[in-house]
């Protein structure tokens, strides 16, 4: 029995020591003001030891060739200016950072069908995006940001165009030393090229996983079996680990169903389902070595004026599924 109860403890022990290592991420959002305790304290309690900053570069359309970034007509935080300032906050918390730049495609459009129309358009938006990216690769440098993401849902510009994504990989790591990852689509991450010349695969996991209205811990465990599958087969062909660079669920009915949907006309609320598909996530993934962790979405910095008992959006500030997620990122 004493030899059991030993065995036991190593396997507890051993399993804390893979759980402390995770990536356990909010993805913090950009706003109009200069955070301070007040915003970063909320990211501490709930056990987060990474943080990814969002900066913003700004598309007219989807066949516009000309990237907007970095201009005082943005939010501080969508700037290089305000990314600096949010990660020194950070920083002295002791949170990791991850620089994530994205793009905004003018009313919401799906950055994944960007597509020029023409090779001189192509060229524009390649020397746009260059300048854009490089913009970010030097402010994660000079803050000793762990990890860079190259681009987040760019599946078109990805497929057309893949020697100009190999070389500019090679472009950021003259000026870049930390770890690379790209925040692939949960349907584009199987096509996309270039894992190996990253260090992780990285996957933004809106992946279905129920069509139930209140999806329990089980039904959401299942409907991740054909998911997982594919994830790890990719994890070892590549030899890379897996980053969930986004994941999360809304606080609605059918959350597991089409996870990526954010339309606001939806009028539901369900702190059930989101709380279950939720921990479903941790249990699958959580414990696996090839797994490297991932990003909640999304984190706003005033915790106290956001999500609650009245919001059906990602969010889990305020609400039910935060508490899970503490538990599983504070887990000793």
């Not at 987060?48 to 060739?65: C, Q, S, T, V």
């Not at 949170?95 to 524009?124: D, H, L, R, S």
């Not at 669920?249 to 709380?275: C, I, M």
């Not at 921990?279 to 706003?300: C, S």
Request: overall charge negative; hydrophobic content about 40%.
């Amino acid at each position: 029995m004493t030899v059991f109860r030993c065995i036991a403890l190593l396997f507890v022990l051993s399993s804390c020591s893979a759980q402390s290592e995770k990536v356990n991420g909010v993805s913090f959002v950009a706003s109009r003001d200069a955070v301070n305790d007040i915003h970063t304290n909320p990211v501490v309690n709930v056990g987060a030891n990474y943080a990814a900053i969002m900066p913003f570069g700004f598309i007219k359309n989807l066949e516009h060739p000309e990237i907007i970034h970095n201009t005082d007509r943005q939010w501080f935080g969508e700037t290089r200016a305000g990314g600096k300032q949010y990660i020194e906050e950070l920083r002295k918390k002791n949170i990791k950072i991850m620089v994530k730049p994205q793009i905004w495609v003018w009313k919401g459009e799906f950055t994944g069908y960007i597509k020029m129309a023409n090779e001189e358009n192509w060229k524009i938006l390649e020397d746009s995006y260059t300048s854009f990216i490089m913009e970010y690769a030097e402010l994660a440098q000079e803050t000793k940001a762990e990890i860079l993401c190259i681009g987040t849902e760019l599946e078109n510009f990805v497929k057309e165009r893949p020697d100009y994504w190999n070389n500019l990989i090679i472009k950021i790591k003259t000026v870049y030393s930390g770890k690379l990852t790209y925040a692939a689509n949960w349907d584009e991450f199987k096509r996309t090229p270039f894992w190996g010349e990253l260090d992780y695969i990285g996957v933004d996991a809106y992946f279905p996983v129920s069509d139930t209205q209140t999806p329990t811990v089980a039904e959401c465990r299942a409907g991740w079996q054909k998911h997982k599958a594919v994830i790890k087969s990719l994890s070892d062909k590549h030899d890379r680990p897996i980053l969930f660079t986004e994941w999360g669920y809304r606080s609605a009915d059918f959350t597991g169903k089409e996870p990526w949907v954010s339309d606001h006309t939806w009028t539901s609320l369900n702190f059930e389902g989101q709380s279950n598909a939720t921990e479903a996530l941790f249990e699958e993934f959580w414990t696996e070595e090839w797994f490297a962790g991932g990003f909640v979405w999304k984190w706003f910095h005033a915790h106290d004026k956001v999500g609650g008992e009245k919001d059906n959006q990602f969010t889990p500030q305020n609400k039910p599924v935060e508490t899970v997620i503490q538990s599983f990122y504070k887990a000793e």
